[in-house]
């Protein structure tokens, strides 16, 4: 009998396409997954990239201790103009009886121009003077230039570390930071997530690698390739009615608002400040007028806002207010105008409406430096009346306007538009201070303390009338005159007042001595050994003070085996080149280039110690590292570059070198490279172009005729 197959049921068609479909998903999502599971891993095992974090673990001498990350800020700025903090170092271990605040911002929280006498430091001062059974950790984890979407991933790292405190200042570069609409760096995103993800996946290695390409493939010009200070802004100007600016103060506010939990989440209670500026003492940096404008309009505008300028300056105060108001009908927005009208109402003795002007100046601003009322509105909404959950407010505006002239701060208070002179920092200490007592242990709350004074804080801290002198003249080479600085309307009176002011306090100087100054560093120190940052001061002025270069060596020492600071390690290097001690120097600029590779000071340093043993190929490899973090930096770098390849007989690449530095920089600057052009091309028979050189040379700097040599080398050229 004939046996028939039984007959399967098909399996059904549908089912079987959404299994398909189903492992297509599934492959779809894990492959790229895996791929970049595997990619990220391999990364990590072959130490490509940089650790993401702002504190990172550090072996000091025989101890581990948590310090600051050198290329934290890698994260969110090009490597090469990268701002890094300027140091903090605490135990892994925190020990019983220690109380932790972490100070958060930027460079108006980091006290630039002078971190080691910043609010955070004198505060901790003023803690250890009342509190002497307690051992406070004032950590100023602050950078320049930065702003709050950088202080959330800061904050982050710090809640990881046993905070007792948070102290917010926070403001000034909403607008210029990263992400925000004025910046230099990454560009505004409207979607508050994505910058997010954005940051989150550059803390990866796979992240790092996509920057370092995406970097690589980029226009010229598309991003700054060298730290050229606010001048790098000055193309970037935000109208103050310019709708991004919404979308940033929305951003503000809630990274400051997970600031602030995060901070709490930790355990932590969180002060937060609104941020004070100068506004009596800086003019708007840019000024635009309304957007719509007529050229008819703006002409009238403009033959008013004159005739004012010129009644102003003759101190008839009242008919130029008349004027400017005229031309105020016309439009309103220019912030000149505003800052004029202030200084007319400061003149007259009207000093509210001074104010108010000012104020209108500070907003209208087109670069926009300054925290601006919005920004500090955001400040107040998110933290006052916020106690009972921890959260504190303090007004430092009130603080800083009650000990300024008629309510108004000036140059009192403040080197220049928002970084606060020492006593202004003090300020900001002292109103800090009752806060932080309340949230102190109760056992060591004290119900009445006699808050020190600004003199005994300076004498506790090592700040001396030198260093006044120092960062007065600092700020005046570095700040007010360089742009956008000089563009403002009163920098020609501010930069002469500056120098009066030093002029009269070296004056002093030279009257009291510097031995006064140097007992009150000893003393300091002696005060409070471990306080590195006082150390380093001490042995500044050792260096610049007293020319002392053994006991500098000596405190810098001290001070690298308590921190591993940045400028100790530099300074150290400098220092043992100086002594001849070669070895030594070479080992410390070096480790220095390890913890920070952006150093140009150390890859200069080191180029100069290579041309004293006349290797003059490794001096080559100095300086094209030193130029491609600074293809602008100083024409010295450019000259020695060009020396160098002449020492090694390569003289053709020796008169490139210095025919791009005299393209390069500002003809006055460039004397020695039309000289040194001038003995090369010699050297190759082109004597018509090198008597052109030294001829030009002799005129940009007519005192190198005063070389012998030279008159003689111009002397032959003409025959």
Known sequence: EKVVPEKKTPVSITLSKKKIWFFRLI????LPVLFFGILEAGLRYFHYGFPPSAIIKYQLGDKEVYCHNYKFGWRFFPHSISRHFDGFVFDTE????????????????????????????????????????MDFEVLTVAMPAVNSHVVLEVTKDCARHQPDLFIVYLGNNEIVGPYGPGTVFT?????????RANIAFKSMRTGQLVEQVVQSIKPRGATPKQWGGLEMFLNNQVR???????????????NLRDICQTGLNSGASVIVSNVCSNLRGCSPFASLHRSDLTETQKQTWQDIYEEGVSIQKEGQFEQAIAKYLDAEKIDDVFADLQFRLGQCYWGIGDYQKAKERYIKAREYDALRFRADNQINEVIGRVAENRQEDRLYYIDSIAAIESESPHNVPGEELFFEHVHLKFKGNYILAKTLLPVVQKNLPPAHRKTETRIPSESEVAKSIGYTDY????????????????????????NEQTVATAKQV??????????????????????????????WNMRFQYAAFLNSGMHDIKA????????????????AYLNLGINLHHQAKIKESLSVLNYLLELNPNSLEAYVELASIYRQRREYDVEIDYLLKALTLEPEGLISIHLDLANAYDNIGN??????????????????ETANAHLLLAYLLYNRNNYQEALQEIQCAFKIDPSLKNNPAHNTFLQNLQK
């Open 27 to 30: 492959s779809l999502l894990l």
């Open 94 to 133: 925190k020990s019983p009886g220690t109380y932790r605040i972490f100070v958060l911002g930027a460079s108006a929280a980091a006290g630039v121009p002078a971190p080691a006498y910043n609010f955070g430091h004198i505060l901790e001062v003023m803690l250890d003077e009342l509190y002497p059974d």
């Open 187 to 195: 560009p505004l995103s409207p979607s508050l997530p994505v910058i």
């Open 240 to 254: 103050y009615d310019d709708p991004s600016l919404e979308i940033t103060y929305d951003h503000f506010e809630q």
């Open 467 to 490: 260093e006044e002198v120092v960062y007065l003249n600092l700020v005046l080479e570095s700040f007010l005159k360089q742009p956008p600085f000089t563009n403002q309307l009163n």
């Open 502 to 531: 030093i002029d009269q306090k070296l004056l002093n100087l030279k009257r009291t001595g510097l031995n006064h100054c140097l007992m009150q560093h000893k003393a300091a120190v002696q005060k409070r050994p471990d306080d």
């Open 552 to 567: 500098e060596e000596v405190e810098l020492r001290k001070v690298i085996k308590i921190c591993p600071y940045y400028s």
């Open 651 to 668: 003289t053709d690449e020796a008169i490139q070198v210095l025919y791009r530095a005299i393209k390069l920089f500002p003809e006055a």
